[in-house]
């Protein structure tokens, strides 16, 4: 498509990182009819779709250009090369030319935005491309603006009909016959995602398939089990020594490898389990290879055998399955060796216990973002609780990222990822306020889940210069929504800021604009799901550790990247990475300190709480230790108040905070963060590769400042160790004094608590710690200086 296309400016970006309220019109009524070009075009009934009801209604002009027949052959060459050129106002579009075809197809889908129409007449030309000189004209079909047909979903898809060609001036019918469908839509239709757009007007090439809006699905992941039990008659090259054998197991690029048998022997024993990521179709190998190790440097391999996937089992359940025994392989003997191969009178065997693991949920992005939590066998899955739908409606704002003709430029397109499906925006060509409106639906399994959205600059347009074949898409920014804050049934229609943080500072990209909303299915499962375990209970029942699960998490990333980037349009890997937070695990100063703060805070209500019950025992204000004090007797003398009271304040709490409740999602949070007054320099830190790339001076600077947070760290830690310490040397007699002294008055406290009741015991202790200040002395307590006099190990260490 050939048009000029209008360059908006670029709007001052204010630093707001606030979210916004927006009011979009969405939820209007999808009409169809005509009134706008006359009675029988397009709006003026009063048809209602629920369709597309979160997004701004935006119509199209539909061409579809499936085939022509008859075509007049060209006198030179006897044949013709046809094409179709589309032309709308200013605006043409046309299809890819068959060379020596008479009865062409295309099946092609061209889209015209309503608000670029400035034209009352649609023209189709049919072309003969000629390598010389002008094409040649073999015929064209007119149509009036004020005929076109509406169609809005689930109306069936217009019929296309066959339509005689006319000469260049219109006076009269021509051999030959094209066959098209021309109706207004909007973004609702089926032909949406699959038609060239008007303002898509220089890309050719593979960029049209890049900027087309996509729906994709991440492949279905397995994890594999394979338990290495044992292995018979396994003969080392060099017969004078035992072997110290091992087992190496590959899948893929996945590698693993088991300890040395502990003895070494002919007949060594494992009976270890080695966990890998298989992603259906299974493609590739379950690869094991026996090695001997003859050297610290060296293996020798003895055998090997290569199985492939589709013959092991798939397990749903803890239940063991049954192993086999697999004849290994004599490494080294090919095709040519057949005499030595008959020399073997035996083979030795390996011992192998394999499954594909239904019962376990494959993580493949960061655990405190998880979109997913089901099983891998579909069997395993329960019915969904709720309904899921987001419109994509624009973004404003954004920031330009890259050069193009002197000037910035951005050709944004928003990714949305939840569960296993992934969903693409078309991509709106060199604007930084583009608009989507674009709606998309998931089922929900699981409301504690969370929803994340991107934005990202097209790289791959198809009119890249030469060597810039290895282009990245950008990134612009992205968001997260937690479903389980949203309230349901509720339209949420906010402006979510892109913050990114650069090696440079915190930088709002723009901001995304989006319209929500969850709808709860079933309350009871809702209730049901609350007291559920997060992950099916293989997690629980056989559990993987902290390093298994991290390493098995990358690899399935890997896997589900590869695989994307194969997709077309693909999915771009530095996409699928960003969206699923590949490098959440990477040391940050700044998210060091925002975690440490955000401990602090939750420490705070009880500094609070301890602080106030100072002040009631220094009687700070009369009035509050009057009242607790009158509280603390009521509570001793009818104790069974105790709970139903602390349940009732609760309930009161609960329900006086509703008044202050979000009306919000939560968003990203720059003070918590600590992205607002963070370090250049831990902010170079944070963004340097691993590993490192920096200069020594910087890195032994770096480390140094490391060293110093980790010398404090310990200091705490060591404090902690030393008061636990000194509670477990009250009875362990490393102080044979204290130890007796306390021995002794336990002794006495368990004759007085034998003979005294409970009430007045409380009642005593209650009233000492409530007494007033005049009885109170300034230093510290008997048994905090007992305590503090006990012994720790702190003496043992070096």
């Not at 020399?343 to 030795?348: D, G, I, P, R, V």
């Not at 973004?395 to 992934?422: E, F, I």
């Amino acid at each position: 498509m050939q048009h000029h296309v209008s360059h908006q400016p670029h709007q001052s970006n204010q630093e707001n990182f606030d979210l916004a309220d927006t009011t979009p019109q969405i939820g209007d009524r999808w009409i169809s009819g005509g009134a706008a070009f006359g009675g029988r075009g397009w709006m003026n009934a009063d048809r209602i779709t629920s369709t597309y009801d979160l997004v701004e209604q935006t119509y199209y002009l539909y061409v579809r250009v499936v085939k022509a027949k008859d075509l007049p052959p060209s006198a030179l060459t006897a044949s013709c090369d046809p094409y179709v050129e589309v032309k709308l106002g200013n605006y043409k579009g046309r299809t890819k030319h068959f060379e020596r075809k008479v009865n062409p197809e295309w099946n092609q889908v061209f889209a015209f935005s309503k608000e670029r129409i400035q034209s009352s007449i649609l023209e189709i030309f049919v072309k003969d491309k000629e390598m010389v000189g002008r094409d040649d004209y073999l015929g064209k079909v007119v149509f009036d603006m004020n005929e076109v047909p509406t169609r809005v979903p689930p109306d069936s898809p217009l019929a296309p009909q066959w339509y005689r060609l006319e000469d260049r001036r219109g006076g009269g019918k021509v051999r030959g016959d094209i066959m098209v469908a021309v109706w207004m839509g909007t973004q609702a239709d089926e032909a949406f995602s699959e038609a060239w757009h008007s303002d898509a007007a220089f890309v050719y090439g593979e960029g049209v398939l890049n900027i087309r809006s996509k729906v994709y699905v991440s492949p279905k992941l397995w994890y594999l089990r394979v338990n290495v039990i044992e292995a018979q008659d396994v003969i080392p090259n060099d017969k004078t020594r035992l072997p110290e054998v091992s087992v190496k197991v590959q899948v893929g690029s996945q590698v693993l490898k088991t300890k040395i048998s502990p003895a070494r022997t002919l007949n060594p024993l494992w009976n270890e389990d080695l966990v890998f990521i298989a992603a259906e179709p299974f493609e590739e190998q379950l690869v094991l290879t026996v090695e001997d190790r003859v050297h610290p440097t060296r293996d020798d391999v003895l055998g090997m055998i290569s199985l492939p996937l589709t013959m092991f089992e798939k397990r749903l359940d803890h239940r063991p399955v049954h192993s086999r025994w697999f004849n290994l392989e004599k490494f080294g003997f090919g095709a040519l060796e057949v005499d030595r191969r008959k020399e073997l009178k035996f083979s030795s065997r390996i011992h192998l216990r394999v499954c594909l693991e239904g019962g376990y949920h494959v993580l493949d992005e960061s655990t405190m973002y998880i979109s997913d939590q089901r099983p891998t066998a579909r069997q395993l899955w329960k019915q969904p609780i709720g309904i899921l739908e987001v419109g994509i409606l624009s973004a404003k704002g954004l920031l330009p990222m890259k050069m193009k003709d002197r000037h910035g430029s951005t050709d944004a397109y928003c990714v949305a990822k939840y569960g296993q499906k992934w969903v693409r925006t078309r991509t709106i060509l060199d604007t930084f306020s583009p608009k989507w409106n674009e709606q998309y639906t998931w089922e929900v399994y699981d409301p504690c889940t969370v929803i994340t959205l991107g934005v990202f600059d097209n790289c791959h347009l198809g009119n890249e210069k030469q060597g810039t074949t290895s282009a990245r898409d950008s990134k612009i920014g992205k968001v997260r929504i937690r479903l389980s804050t949203l309230e349901a049934h509720r339209i949420y229609k906010h402006s979510y800021p892109l913050l990114v943080l650069h090696p440079s500072g915190l930088k709002n990209m723009g901001d995304l604009q989006l319209a929500i909303r969850f709808t709860n299915l079933s309350v009871a499962n809702m209730i049901y799901l609350y007291g559920h375990p997060l992950l099916p209970k293989m997690h629980y029942l056989n559990p993987f550790t902290v390093n298994q699960v991290d390493n098995l998490r990358y690899q399935a990333m890997n896997i589900v990247a590869v695989r994307l980037g194969r997709a077309e349009p693909p999915l771009r890997k530095e996409v699928v990475e960003y969206m699923l937070d590949v490098d959440s695990h990477m040391w940050s100063m700044r998210r060091s300190k925002a975690n440490f703060f955000r401990i602090m805070s939750l420490l705070s209500g009880l500094f609070t709480v301890n602080r106030w019950f100072g002040d009631v025992c220094h009687w700070k204000n009369p009035i509050t230790s009057v009242l607790v004090h009158i509280l603390f007797l009521i509570l001793i003398w009818y104790p069974e108040l105790i709970l139903p009271t602390s349940f009732l304040y609760m309930f009161l709490i609960g329900l006086w905070n509703y008044r202050f409740r979000p009306r919000h999602p939560p968003h990203m949070d720059t003070k918590l963060s600590w992205a607002e007054a963070v370090h250049p320099d831990e902010l170079d830190e944070e963004f340097d590769t691993f590993p490192t790339s920096r200069p020594q001076d910087t890195v032994r600077l770096r480390y140094d400042r490391l060293r110093s947070v980790a010398g404090r760290i310990q200091t705490v830690v060591g404090d902690i160790a030393t008061q636990g310490e000194r509670f477990q040397s009250l009875l362990s007699w490393r102080d044979p004094r204290a130890t007796s002294f306390f021995i002794m008055f336990c002794l006495c406290a368990a004759m007085v608590l034998y003979v005294t009741p409970f009430r007045v015991v409380a009642l005593v202790a209650g009233l000492y710690l409530l007494r007033h200040p005049r009885f109170r002395s300034k230093l510290p307590a008997v048994p905090s200086n007992f305590f503090k006099r006990l012994p720790a190990q702190s003496d043992s260490l070096l």
